[in-house]
């Protein structure tokens, strides 16, 4: 089925073909999506994320002569573990038949049930070691510090201790994250993951995440892009704490480097399976070169604005225009931008912190543009 689908910003995406049709259906009556067999021994596996528009994480299964190997786990709740257990049923495997679990990146929604899978069946884990090193960052083991270096960062880009304070909300909500698994397996750019029988090949691609995996099946000609390359919506580009590079000018080079593989078709850890690679690439670049282009606009009109202040800036949020949720987060961000009462706080009044910057929820700001 051919389609032209709106963009996040309404970018009309033409040269994209959506393959998994059953899963855009799915989407389109608001149900999940089936488990589908994909070929001899491959299945997509839906796994719920409770509460969130993104709505599941595709969970790719790889049947071996040793048993399974799953591309991503899917999200850390007893939900989220029911539905994997079932989809794994229905195809006549169960937990215990996995063997290794290919982690594309740290968000909770991809890692979340991976030690869990780990637990039940004696799986390894394997992630990048630049994804590894953040989750082995203190500020990742206990959700205190957590939550300090996380209003610490916001305060830095100008928010106030209170605003930060709300906008990174209880530690209580943060337990979970503290939690997430170490790998057990590192693997690096261009090595072939352990996989008896495929030729699934790493890809780094850091944008997302420092150390973001993508996985090209030399083999059936399928690029496994987790939250690299979307049909629909965009990955959220998060500074990252301890990181040094820009992560925007890192997942554009991710982009290129993407771009002309030689695939036949994109199974993304979110929405439906496409192709049309290179025009999705195409859209996705542009719309970060536009969004760029509003961003310097906008500095230029609020000379020694801080991001906070920017980033909720009314002439700049609108521009997001038909995506609702996260307009709507926008929204309420730039309202906390109006004047405050006589004798709050003004921008020269906050203490200043240096920036930092901790990623453990960046994808769980539900916004629907962001994953
Ligand atoms: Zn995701």
Known sequence: MAAQDPGPAGIEIT?????????????????????????????????????????????YAFGTDDGLVLIDAGWGSDESWQALAGGLASIGAGIADIRGVLVTHLHYDHIGLAGRIRQASGAWIALHPADHGVLSLPEYRTAELAVAREAEFLSGLGATPAEAAAA????????????????????????????????????????????????????????????????????????????????????????????????????????WRFRGLAARVDAITAHHERRLAELLAAVRRHPGGTPWELAGAADLVPSLGRVRRPDA??????????????????????????????????HLKTSAGSA
């Open 168 to 271: 990174v909300g209880a530690v209580a909500d943060w337990v979970k994250f503290a939690g997430m698994a170490l790998a057990d397996r590192l693997l690096g750019d261009g090595e072939l993951a352990d996989v008896p029988g495929w030729k699934l090949r790493a890809l780094h691609t850091p944008g997302h995440t420092p150390g973001h995996l993508c996985f090209v099946d030399e083999r059936s000609r399928r690029l496994f892009s987790g939250d690299h390359v979307l049909p629909r919506i965009t990955p959220n580009i998060s500074a990252q704490r301890g990181d040094p590079v820009s992560p925007l000018a890192a997942y554009l080079d991710s982009l290129d480097r993407t771009r002309d593989l030689d695939v036949d078709e994109v199974l993304p850890a979110h929405e």
């Open 15 to 59: 040269g994209i073909e959506i393959t998994g049709t059953a899963q855009r259906e799915a989407w389109l009556r608001r149900v999940m999506p089936p488990v589908e067999r994909l070929d001899g021994d491959l299945w997509s596996v839906p796994v719920p994320i409770p509460d969130n528009p993104l709505r599941y994480v595709s969970v």
């Open 329 to 362: 987060d926008l929204r309420r961000h730039r309202d906390r931008r109006a004047p405050g009462p006589a004798g709050s706080p003004r921008p020269s009044d906050r203490q200043r912190y240096p920036p930092a910057r901790l990623h453990g929820r960046g």
